[in-house]
């Protein structure tokens, strides 16, 4: 009898654990090699490789945007699962350090193997990030 989380419910917890700030597991949901591809040609935009790059540089560097006392609030809004691949949708509000109004509705493609994330492939309206979350930034080189 196999013990390992199935796809949906890794993917649950890590959105949980991002929603509640619990960064242990957050670090815990991802496998060592996990790679996270963001769109665009935004700052950010590109492929993150690795569990530390994601969540100390990628994550972490998203949170340094927002305004301190002011947390990101993320409701899990559908999550839908087939095998190893599970697409959740989510709505991210808050307010950026320079005081706009972040409000977004996003969705990412997860894989789950040995109850870890190793990849997530993440759908957001760039534009509206670009706007509010990265203002002044440089595109990132393609």
Excluded at 1 to 16: G, L, N, Q
Excluded at 46 to 63: K, Y
């Amino acid at each position: 009898m196999s013990t390992t989380p199935d796809a949906k419910a890794v993917v649950v917890r890590y959105v949980e654990a991002v929603r509640d700030g619990d960064l242990a597991v957050i670090r815990d949901s991802f496998a060592e090699d996990a790679v996270w591809i963001y769109p665009g040609n935004l700052s950010i935009s590109g492929r993150w490789e690795g569990r530390d790059h994601i969540i100390d540089d990628f994550l972490g560097g998203m949170g340094t945007r927002l305004q301190e006392g002011a947390p990101l609030v993320i409701e899990l809004t559908n999550v839908v699962a087939e095998g190893d691949q599970v697409v959740a949708e989510w709505s991210s509000t808050g307010t950026t350090a320079a005081g706009a109004i972040y409000d977004n509705r996003c969705s990412g493609t997860y894989t789950v193997r040995d109850g870890r994330i190793v990849e997530v492939r993440e759908y957001a309206d760039t534009h509206h990030v670009a706007q509010t979350l990265l203002a002044g930034d440089v595109p990132a080189a393609k």
